[in-house]
């Protein structure tokens, strides 16, 4: 009877083991990187200084972080394009000039009045909020 029940435990223990594993490995995972790149991100330049760009102009009327509004959520946009100068100069002409096409129909009006710099300090913050 006691051996019975030690073997019972043990499957049992065995099998909490699994379905841990089998079902939380990807979502503790990214929780765990999230909440350590958020830490991470308040100490960096680059998304502080990005996000109050961001806030101060307009970008905000069609961008969520997380959602999608008229324009692509920022973490999707993140997600889509590596974090190299490269994509941040394209991305940061693109936020300048407006256009269409690489996520819909829809275009992102023109911001003819931001500087490169700007635009691409802006560019820097979003590509930060990857999260694969
Ligand atoms: C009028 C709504 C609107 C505003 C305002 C706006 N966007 Fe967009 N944005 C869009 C749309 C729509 C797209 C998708 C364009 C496409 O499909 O190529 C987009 C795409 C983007 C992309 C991805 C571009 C690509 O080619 O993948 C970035 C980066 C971006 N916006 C940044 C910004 C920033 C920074 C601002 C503020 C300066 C801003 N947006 C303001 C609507 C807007």
Redesign the pocket.
């Known amino acids: 009877m006691k051996k019975y029940f030690v073997i019972v435990a043990v499957v049992a223990a065995v099998a909490a083991c699994n379905s841990n594993t089998n079902s939380s490995t990807t979502s503790d995972s990214s929780a765990g990187t999230s909440a350590s790149t958020s830490s991470d991100l308040n100490n960096n330049p680059d998304y502080k200084k990005g996000l109050d760009l961001?806030a101060s102009?307009?970008?905000l009327?069609?961008?969520k972080v997380d959602e999608k509004v008229?324009?692509?959520a920022y973490r999707d946009?993140a997600n889509?394009y590596d974090n190299t100068d490269a994509n941040v100069k394209m991305?940061a002409q693109?936020?300048i000039t407006g256009?269409?096409?690489?996520?819909?129909a829809?275009?992102?009006?023109p911001?003819p009045s931001?500087s490169q710099a700007d635009?691409e300090q802006?560019?820097k913050y979003?590509l930060l909020l990857k999260n694969k």
């Open positions: 961001i102009n307009d970008c009327t069609c961008h008229t324009g692509p946009v889509k991305l693109k936020v256009g269409s096409g690489n996520w819909g829809v275009a992102m009006t911001h931001l635009a802006m560019v979003i």
